[in-house]
């Protein structure tokens, strides 16, 4: 199952946004790890559980048209936590960032 999660982050200096997905890729290797983890919050909830991380991303540090810049400063710092995303009963991979082109926030 592949799972994703987003978030707008806000550009420097301006009123705009960049929007941000990640996507992680998990597989069930132990049922029954997984129906006895079923009260954790990472088997409970696995999309809001890997979501966590994007709240920690950074506002304001990349201006518009610097989503390349952005992309690869999630992607390395994801890719150093990739080892925090354990599941119980899961094999969980982080598979890749994508940032689109920052838009203007709506007023």
């Known amino acids: 199952m592949t799972v994703s999660a987003g978030r707008d ?8 946004d960049f929007p941000v997905t990640v996507t992680f890729t998990c597989t069930v290797v132990d ?6 983890a079923r ?13 966590q991380d994007l709240g920690a991303v950074p506002d304001g540090v990349y201006a518009p048209g ?7 400063a999630v992607t390395t ?3 150093a936590r990739a080892t925090d995303y354990w599941i119980a009963g899961m094999d969980v991979i982080f598979a890749g ?3 689109g082109p920052a838009y203007m926030q709506e007023a």
């Open 39 to 51: 009260h954790t919050d990472a088997v409970r909830d696995v999309h809001r559980f890997l979501a």
């Open 9 to 16: 982050v806000a550009a420097a200096g301006h009123q705009w």
């Open 66 to 72: 610097e989503e390349q810049g952005l992309r690869q």
């Open 77 to 79: 710092w994801l890719e």
């Open 31 to 36: 049922p029954a790890a997984v129906v006895h």
């Open 97 to 99: 960032v994508d940032v």
